[in-house]
């Protein structure tokens, strides 16, 4: 069997952007599509594609239904891609509302000026969708290669990929989940390898071991003091529902901070019902958790908004995005963010250049929707929600992967996370630890 190559183009020294390029058997395949996310300088990386032939891929290959492993499909339809595109029942479902939402985005913001270019529509979304072909989990499929896909946790959907050339084996981690996570299922990883793509989001750092709910309860007894609103940035896919099924946890537990929950993004609205439609495939009870989603008021219509404008307060709202880089959060951080009575709470990583970023770091003077507003609302953050594994996690997927294990590719990092998590797996583990390069070939031991 030939050897297999490896190239990225995309998630070094970044937490978005994933896309790598495998060659394996003769064959090209791409694993994950994903958008550059975050300031100006990382999404005008999206406007310019990527340095291989298109046209040669044969497959693509999907860890899960997140925009920066997703977002970038149909431009490669658009471009020549004519192979199939394979992932699980749930990143196929997620794909739609993502690819969807993203093209109306961009139709919008080319309307108003706010961009100067559309990289796909509605009708390319369409298009791609005919190319998703679903896969289940714990089953090898034979393409001329064969490969698996296990679950990874993270995101409803999400897995991680091995591919097999009959010689050797390498795995794609995808985002790897929580062990712990509220209410997905933990990563596994059943299948050893000899070479592992691994993702490095929280590689330098541990979680909090903190009780998430009695640090809810806390945020909520503030704004029920101060009579004001608790608004939570989150990312419309998990996130969200990980929000909300906590508050019912917590409701159930200390009724007396019941207040009314609201959840304003549209996707995140559509989410929450794909995932209501598929809570058999999450860890908790299916009756429990859909009751749970039925006790927030979802936001879907004006005149909903407009009522929630006169609502009176205390509140929490639930918006997105949840870096606050976009999205309906914007709107609610200028009506909120200005008054000390309100909190806004941070639940996920921030990237750079975001403004989730700059008030995690402590800057309150920050610029929103054409303007420059000092931010005079409680900023809080909820760490232990994290749907990223931290450092101890990811070194127990490594070791999962076996003691076949050669080298360690680490992508999906800035670039001193990575730094720091490769020197603590050759420390701890004693294997070889690549930070990879954007474009540059690694060739694979025979």
């Known amino acids: 069997m030939d050897n297999m190559k490896l190239v990225f183009y995309g998630a070094t020294s970044t937490v978005t952007g994933s896309k790598t390029l495998l060659e394996i058997n003769n064959k090209k395949v791409l694993v994950d599509s994903g958008m550059y996310q975050g300031d100006k300088d990382s999404t005008k990386k999206n406007q310019v594609l990527p340095n291989f032939n298109i046209n040669e891929i044969d497959a693509i290959f999907l860890t899960h239904a997140h925009y920066d492993h997703c977002g970038y499909l149909p431009v490669l339809i658009k471009n020549g891609f004519k192979g199939k595109i394979y992932c699980t029942e749930g990143t196929r479902k997620i794909v739609e509302l993502i690819l969807r939402d993203s093209a109306s985005i ?160 549209p996707m995140g609205v559509r989410a929450t019902r794909l995932y209501m439609g598929m809570a058999d495939s999450l860890k908790v009870d299916p009756e429990q958790f859909n009751e749970a989603m039925k006790s927030v008021k979802f936001i879907e219509y004006s005149s909903d908004t407009k009522k929630l404008a006169r609502t009176k307060k205390p509140f929490i709202l639930i918006s997105s995005s949840g870096m606050i880089s976009g999205g309906k959060v914007l709107k609610y951080m200028e009506m909120y963010g200005k008054h000390e009575n309100n909190t806004i709470l941070i639940t996920g990583f921030q990237g750079e250049g975001t403004i989730g970023r700059k008030l995690v770091e402590e800057e309150r003077e920050i610029y929103l929707l054409g303007h420059s507003m000092e931010v005079k609302a409680h900023v809080e953050k909820l760490e232990s929600l994290s749907a990223h594994a931290d450092r101890d996690e990811l070194i127990e997927f490594i070791q999962k992967v076996g003691p076949s294990l050669k080298k360690v590719f680490l992508n999906h990092g800035e670039e001193e996370t990575v730094i720091h998590f490769a020197k603590s797996i050759e420390e701890r583990l004693k294997i070889k630890t690549i930070n990879v390069e954007d474009g540059k070939t690694y060739l694979l031991d025979s």
């Open 106 to 265: 961009q139709a919008y913001e080319f309307k108003e000026g706010k961009s100067q270019s559309i990289l796909y529509d509605l009708d390319d979304v369409d298009a791609t969708l005919s190319h998703l072909r679903s896969v289940s989990l714990n089953k090898w499929y034979d393409k001329g290669f064969r490969f698996i896909y296990e679950e990874a946790g993270h995101i409803l959907g999400a897995a991680n990929i091995t591919f097999d050339n009959g010689t050797k084996k390498i795995c794609f981690s995808g985002d790897v989940g929580r062990r712990d996570d509220l209410i997905h299922n933990p990563p596994q990883k059943n299948i050893q390898a000899d070479y592992l793509v691994l993702e490095s989001t929280y590689g330098d750092r541990l979680h909090k071991k903190e009780d998430s709910i009695e640090i809810l309860k806390k945020h909520i007894e503030r704004i029920i003091s101060t009579n004001g609103v608790l608004l939570i940035p989150a990312f419309a896919v998990a996130r969200a529902q990980v929000l909300m099924y906590l508050m019912s946890e917590l409701f159930a537990k200390e009724p007396q901070v019941k207040i009314p929950v609201y959840l304003d993004t």
